[in-house]
């Protein structure tokens, strides 16, 4: 019988589960919890609770910087599509000078790509009184 207690490959898993009442308690209880070296933490409540980012351990979160090179890359393939296709079919040639009428539009690109990530990200940063 496999994945049983009588398998050589079994090991144990203990999981512990709390409750405070108070998130000061949450925090305390987590800080301790990690400093007594326990690793994979996770805490759940029905509301944010401020500094549990830091208790757990968990760093700073990588979601800003994935939408900024979105932003980045949006700008610069949209600065490409527009600049060289109109460019060329004005001129024939590609005209330096032309090209920068169309960093307005990349400006207005990337600035449309930012409002809309702040906006769809800014429920993350919200902050209760």
């Known amino acids: 019988m496999s994945g049983g207690h009588d398998d050589p490959g079994f090991i144990p ?13 949450l925090l305390e ?3 301790k919890v990690r400093a007594a ?11 944010p609770v401020y500094g549990i980012d830091e208790a757990l351990g968990l ?14 890359a949006g700008a610069c ?13 004005l001129s024939g040639t590609v005209n330096p000078s032309a090209l920068a009428v169309f960093v307005l539009i990349t400006i207005s690109n990337l ?19």
């Open 13 to 25: 898993r203990r999981f512990v589960l709390a409750e405070f009442a108070t998130p000061e308690a």
């Open 29 to 31: 209880g987590t800080t």
């Open 37 to 47: 070296g326990h690793k994979g933490l996770d805490t759940h409540t029905p509301y």
């Open 59 to 72: 760093g700073r979160p990588k979601i800003p910087t994935i939408v900024l090179l979105g932003a980045i």
């Open 77 to 89: 393939i949209a600065y490409s599509m527009t600049s060289s296709a109109t460019a060329r079919s």
């Open 111 to 129: 600035t449309g790509v930012w409002t809309g990530s702040s906006l769809g990200f800014s429920p993350f940063r919200m902050r209760s009184a």
